[in-house]
């Protein structure tokens, strides 16, 4: 069995000015990957300087929004970090909310599901003719590409096209994932392992089988709550108390408190959303309800948590980079631990 790879996000604030020495640290820690989301800043610019300032280190985005941009555009921005990179770039793509799509973006929201296989398909019809120069000849239910003059190609990489991966909740989109994309990032409200084992895995499981292939790679995200001593993890749960509460808001992102009996919590936290009582979200997660859905501990305690909860069920793990870099040695101790931890097998076709 494979052992586990290591993932860090870099945080949602951090733009181009602090990202490239954030990333060199969490590649001196001894992470395989980092995490570039779309929050605030352009995640192809921050993805593009990160990858400047490391030298070993995969960068992934997780996640770009596909539905505001073409296809074309999301490839060539792909192409362009995947070359300059020497393969190190992979393109974490999804659908995000409609009120987020619509409400933010003014863009069109129709059939996330299909849209979004429909969009990967077209990136690898893309891809595929930056590569080979042949002719673009690409139609679905969302998309058509039928032009793409020499003048316009970018050219062959010499290696193979970004990895595509995305990420989801419900387990239409899980199943079309298993089916198309060749990772899976999972949402932090669809971790925890009761979750992975009872809705997300055999949703993967569902896609991959129609078309005869293995289960994609599997990137745990559950917002992991470690330091140094016992008070400094207790010092972490208001930060992720916040954080929980904002996504749990979101009826889309429920189905882990309903899987735990809390679906009341989901509901109150929806209405507060409503209200835009933001402020107030945190208060109805309860440190019992944080303990149910959060892995925590200190760093010498937490490989023996992970293990626990997720040996055998995800090929990834992320973790967050310590805030004190005084803590560095102890982490990469822990990394060390973390990464004998035995993964799930990965997809090999």
């Known amino acids: 069995m494979s052992t586990m790879e290591l993932v860090t996000s870099a945080p949602a604030t951090m733009g181009?000015?602090?990202?490239?020495?954030?990333?060199?640290?969490?590649?001196?820690?001894?992470?395989?990957?980092?995490?570039?989301?779309?929050?605030?800043?352009?995640?192809?610019?921050?993805?593009?300087?990160?990858?400047?300032?490391?030298?070993?280190?995969?960068?992934?985005?997780?996640?770009?929004?596909?539905?505001?941009?073409?296809?074309?555009?999301?490839?060539?921005?792909?192409?362009?970090?995947?070359?300059?990179?020497?393969g190190r770039f992979q393109l974490g793509i999804a659908s995000q909310v409609r009120g987020n799509i619509v409400g933010r973006f003014s863009a069109q929201w129709s059939e996330p599901v299909a849209r979004l296989?429909?969009?990967?398909?077209?990136?690898?019809?893309?891809?595929?003719?930056?590569?080979?120069?042949?002719?673009?000849?690409?139609?679905?239910?969302?998309?058509?590409?039928?032009?793409?003059?020499?003048?316009?190609?970018?050219?062959?990489?010499?290696?193979?096209?970004?990895?595509?991966?995305?990420?989801?909740?419900?387990?239409?989109?899980?199943?079309m994932a298993g089916e198309l994309a060749d990772g899976f990032?999972?949402?932090?409200?669809?971790?925890?392992?009761?979750?992975?084992?009872?809705?997300?895995?055999?949703?993967?499981?569902?896609?991959?089988?129609?078309?005869?292939?293995?289960?994609?790679?599997?990137?745990?995200?559950?917002?992991?709550?470690?330091?140094?001593?016992?008070?400094?993890?207790?010092?972490?749960?208001?930060?992720?108390?916040?954080?929980?509460?904002?996504?749990?808001?979101?009826?889309?992102?429920?189905?882990q408190l309903e899987d735990f009996g809390l679906s009341g919590v989901g509901a109150a936290l929806s209405a507060m959303a409503h209200r835009s009582e933001w402020d107030d979200l945190p208060t109805v997660l309860t440190d019992e309800v944080m303990n149910q859905l959060v892995p925590q501990g200190t760093y010498d305690e937490i490989p023996e948590v992970l293990s626990r909860w997720y040996s055998g069920l995800c090929t990834g793990i992320n973790l967050p980079v310590p805030a004190d870099e005084t803590d560095d040695d102890s982490f990469r101790a822990l990394l060390g631990a973390c990464r004998q931890i035995p993964a799930a097998e990965r997809n090999s076709s």
Request: proline share 8%; with cysteine.
């Open 16 to 86: 181009p000015g602090e990202i490239g020495p954030w990333a060199a640290r969490a590649e001196r820690l001894g992470f395989d990957v980092i995490h570039i989301s779309e929050t605030i800043h352009d995640p192809f610019t921050v993805a593009a300087l990160a990858l400047q300032s490391t030298e070993r280190v995969t960068v992934r985005t997780s996640m770009v929004l596909a539905f505001p941009r073409s296809p074309m555009i999301t490839a060539y921005a792909a192409w362009d970090l995947a070359k300059y990179s020497g």
């Open 117 to 175: 296989a429909d969009y990967i398909r077209a990136l690898r019809a893309i891809f595929a003719c930056f590569q080979s120069g042949a002719k673009l000849d690409y139609t679905g239910p969302h998309y058509r590409f039928e032009r793409l003059q020499p003048y316009f190609n970018p050219g062959p990489l010499d290696h193979p096209a970004p990895q595509i991966w995305t990420g989801a909740v419900n387990a239409r989109m899980c199943a």
């Open 185 to 255: 990032v999972c949402h932090p409200t669809n971790s925890h392992p009761v979750v992975l084992r009872s809705r997300t895995l055999p949703a993967l499981a569902e896609g991959a089988a129609r078309i005869g292939r293995g289960q994609p790679a599997v990137v745990a995200n559950p917002h992991v709550m470690t330091a140094a001593t016992r008070d400094a993890v207790d010092a972490l749960r208001e930060q992720r108390r916040s954080e929980l509460a904002f996504l749990y808001s979101t009826p889309a992102y429920r189905r």
